[in-house]
Every structure is written in structure tokens, then in C-alpha cells.
């Protein structure tokens, strides 16, 4: 049986009820699981109170600002993290952006300044929140992010987010082999198309949805409550002879030729 009871999971980036990060928090609470929760910090504090509303029924025990393109705030929410639970069990890294104009049109056109912003947040968050966990889980631990199918394959108008999805991927393989010897582990889903407030800046985000219920085998998308299933299942003990890799949660799109 799935359980995570006296396991602390800090989980990053929930918006709404439509984000990813929402689903996994939820099936990570059902397994037991004292949340910590970080949202995006904005002067009119509107991200603060949304997520707060939104979370509550999970009783989160840590609940903390986090803008990762600011390092002095990164460190800051581990620094909570140690002094309010003194170790850490399970990061969930679901944090991704690239500005809407960095996903339409020509992917030559990308900016200097989207491209660098869209791996910062995408793609180097994770190691640095990884090299903030890592002296915290003392006791082994897991480490799971979300990426897409776009970041092997060419999607039309995911553009610089594939690159960054790339990068995230081959982030995983790298931070598996360094965290492995104090036992984490660190493994990404990749997750067929769901209409979140992330994946609505993609240009013809519906047209990939209805293409996937059309082409996979089971002829249907995904819910957030199936990857925050493959979630808790990568943060329990009964994955606890996988790491490194990219589990598939796609209605098995992913496997399809023409």
C-alpha cells in the first residue's frame, strides 16, 4: 500500500485548481504526507491568497513565498524548511514559463532574452532547489519534476519550452547520479497535454489536446489526479529501485506512429 505518512513533500508551483502541482499535492495528502507548499510571490499578493484558499483542506505546515529567478528567496524557503521540519523527504518540482511570445511562430525567432528566462525558470530551478534539498534529506528522499513529450520530439509551437524541457530531462539524469549515494532519487513525468494556466500560453494548446484524444490509445487525455498518482508513486518506497528516468503519463500517446 501507498504511504507516506511522516514524509515531508515540499511542492512547488500550484496556481489553481487546473495546475499539475494542485493534482499531485492532493494524491500526496491522501497518502499521508505533511505538504509544504511555496507560491509565486506578486506585490498585490494575489498568487499568495489563491494558493492559500486553494490549499487549505491539505493543512500545509509550511507555506512560503518562492521566485526562483531570485536566489536569496530560494535559499530562504529551505531555511524554513530546516527550521520548521529539520529534514526533507520529497521535493516536487513543478515549476516551468516562457513568455507567450516564445510559443508561437518561428522557433528561430526566439529572443536571447526568452530563451535564457525560459531554461532559468524551466530547467536550472531544479538544480538549484536540488543543491538547497540536498543537505536536508539525511534520510534518502525523492525528487520528481514535469516535463513533455516536446522536449524529444518537435511539437508545434512549443519551441524554446522543448528546449527546456530537454535540458530538465538530461538535469534529471545528472542530479540522479550525484544524489543517488545519500539514496534520493530524482525522476520527471512526462505528462500528456492538460489545459493549465502554463500550458494555455502555448499557441494551439486545445488542437494538441483533441489530437492526442484522437491518436492515443486511450483515446483520451489525462486528469491532474493520474500524474499526482505516478507522483506519489515516485515519492513512495514502492519506487524505491527507480531513478534517473522519465515516466510516461500520456494515455500512452507517446508510443504512436502515424
Given amino acids: 500500500m501507498l504511504d507516506l505518512t511522516g514524509k515531508n513533500a515540499l511542492v512547488t508551483g500550484i496556481a489553481n485548481n487546473r495546475s499539475i502541482a494542485w493534482g499531485i ?17 506578486d506585490d498585490r499578493g494575489r498568487f499568495e491568497k489563491k494558493v492559500q484558499e486553494l490549499t487549505e483542506p491539505l493543512n500545509p505546515s509550511l507555506f512560503a ?27 516536487v518540482h513543478c515549476l516551468a514559463f516562457a513568455g507567450k511570445d516564445e510559443l508561437s511562430g518561428d522557433f528561430s525567432q526566439t529572443s536571447r532574452q526568452g530563451f535564457t528566462q525560459a531554461l532559468e525558470i524551466s530547467a536550472y530551478s531544479l538544480v538549484e532547489m536540488c543543491a538547497a534539498a540536498k543537505p536536508l534529506m539525511v534520510e534518502g528522499g525523492s525528487v520528481v519534476t514535469l516535463s513533455y513529450l516536446g522536449g524529444v520530439r518537435v511539437v508545434p509551437n512549443y519551441n524554446v519550452m522543448g528546449i527546456a524541457k530537454a535540458a530538465l530531462e538530461m538535469n534529471v539524469r545528472y542530479l540522479a547520479a550525484e544524489l543517488g549515494a545519500q539514496n534520493v532519487r530524482v525522476n520527471a513525468i512526462s505528462a500528456g497535454p492538460i489545459r493549465t494556466l502554463a500550458s494555455s500560453a502555448v499557441g494551439g494548446i486545445l488542437d494538441m489536446i483533441h489530437h492526442v484524444e484522437e491518436t492515443a490509445p486511450l483515446k483520451r487525455t489525462v ?20 531513478t534517473g528516468q522519465v515516466l510516461y503519463v500520456d494515455s500512452g500517446y507517446s508510443i504512436m506512429g502515424m
Fill in 25 to 41: 499535492a492532493q494524491q500526496l495528502h491522501q497518502a499521508g504526507a505533511n505538504l509544504g507548499i511555496t507560491y509565486l510571490p
Fill in 65 to 91: 513565498p518562492c521566485n526562483v529567478q531570485d536566489p536569496a528567496q530560494v535559499q530562504s524557503t529551505f531555511d524554513l524548511v530546516k527550521d520548521k521540519w529539520g529534514k526533507l523527504d520529497i521535493l
Fill in 223 to 242: 486528469t491532474q489526479l493520474e500524474v499526482g498518482n505516478a507522483a506519489a508513486f515516485l515519492c513512495s518506497d514502492l519506487s524505491s529501485g527507480i
